[in-house]
């Protein structure tokens, strides 16, 4: 079956650097995505990455290794407004999107 | 301001009744999305549709209908509420590339009782 699997949570503290990680296992694979929610709010589009390797976007970087099936986020300098859930969605060979839980980023002062 | 739409913001309804989540996007894009989110488990895809006039049955389908009679409507309808359909529900649209983000509506939270 296909499979999305991130942390449920984690803690950091503001001005810290802090890494998500997310492993998937899909029927063929053409690229990650991963997401931004706030509480009670709709996801936003953070960053996709269909190719091995860092993608930097200011203080987010995201990195993709598909030999391994294992994408992660990278969150530098801290900020409280960071405090979301983070979501990674894999696209399968079909276009569909498989979607993880969803990881919890709690920021602390 | 380009985007999506959606009505209401949240609702009680009583299980048994009948109700319609309304979507609406002005940025003309073709795919079109229904998703459930619920607490602990990923979105899941209810409905989707790739173009106006086609529709199609995604992960968790059972009890919910859709249409899309245009490109900037997609209405989702529970014909007879139960209360596990209680849960918070985001309308999606896509441009035309399958690596294209997807743009999410405010989502609307429904109970039911």
């Known amino acids: 079956g296909q499979n999305i699997d991130q942390p449920t949570e984690m803690t950091a503290t503001e001005g810290a650097i802090v890494q998500i990680n997310c492993t998937y296992q899909?029927?063929?694979?053409?690229?990650l995505f991963w997401y931004q929610q706030h509480a009670g709010e709709a996801p936003t589009f953070l960053s996709y990455?269909?190719l091995d390797g860092l993608e930097e976007k200011g203080r987010f970087s995201s990195f993709l290794s598909r030999s391994k099936g294992y994408s992660y986020l990278l969150l530098k300098e801290l900020q409280m407004k960071d405090s979301a859930s983070y979501l990674c969605?894999?696209?399968?060979?079909?276009?569909?999107?498989?979607w993880g839980a969803g990881t919890k980023l709690i920021i602390k002062p | 301001i380009a985007g999506i739409t959606q009505a209401p913001t949240s609702q009680i309804l009583a299980a048994g009744r009948r109700m319609t989540l309304r979507c609406t996007q002005d940025?003309?894009?073709?795919?079109m999305y229904w998703y459930r989110q619920d607490l602990g488990l990923g979105l899941r895809l209810i409905h989707y549709s790739n173009t106006a006039g086609t529709t199609g049955k995604g992960e968790v389908p059972d009890g919910y209908s859709v249409s899309r009679a245009n490109t900037d409507d997609f209405p989702l309808t529970l014909a007879s509420a139960v209360p596990s359909q209680t849960s918070v529900y985001f309308c999606?649209?896509?441009?035309?590339?399958?690596?294209?983000?997807?743009?999410f509506g405010n989502g609307t939270r429904l109970t039911v009782t």
């Open positions: 999606a649209s896509r441009a035309e590339s399958f690596n294209s983000p997807l743009h």
């Open positions: 899909t029927s063929g694979f053409n690229g």
């Open positions: 969605a894999a696209l399968d060979s079909n276009y569909q999107l498989i």
């Open positions: 990455n269909v």
């Open positions: 940025m003309r894009h073709n795919a």
